[in-house]
């Protein structure tokens, strides 16, 4: 089972899960709503790995650095998309009143919120053939430098232009599986 995690301000829901179900089956893909709280998330995501037999994470943004902590965790591997790899600095702006992207509802985004998450911040990477890494040059939320450094000796891939969405998706399904498919990197 692939379970699917968005980033911030997103849901479970999105374009991206649209695409994934679509090309993996509806039945292959979780992807669930994700709290808020940092605590909570890692919780209800570990929850959701242990009760689902997942054997391959993506995650968009905030979900890539709650992916990674996955990896280094319990060795599944991971797709990231623009990964967020310090977002206790780049959400830091966002902190009050947000309005999620799918529904238009308010949630509140605390400093203490932010502050948690550097406790699921990884160092070093165990393992960098655990990890398929999607940038695009043109992401204007992320310097995608950062998560290119971050996870040196993983397959990356730098697609120029672009932007934070990663919208042609689409066109690396096919790599994703084959990674899903392989015992290291592809």
Known sequence: MILYLHGFASCGNSTKTQLLKKYFG???VLSPDLPVDPHEAIDFI???IFDNDIDLIIGSSLGGFYAT???EQYGIKTVLINPSTQPFITLAPYVGTNHYWCSG???EFTRDHLNSLFEFAVGRLNDPKRYLVLLQTGDEVLDYTKAQEKYEGSAIIVEEGGNHRFENLDD???KI???RMTQGSL
Do not use: G, I, S, W
């Open 69 to 71: 902590y996955f990896v």
């Open 172 to 174: 690396y399904l096919d």
């Open 46 to 48: 570990r929850r959701q």
């Open 177 to 179: 599986k084959r990674f």
């Open 26 to 28: 509806e039945n292959n």
């Open 105 to 107: 509802d308010a949630f």
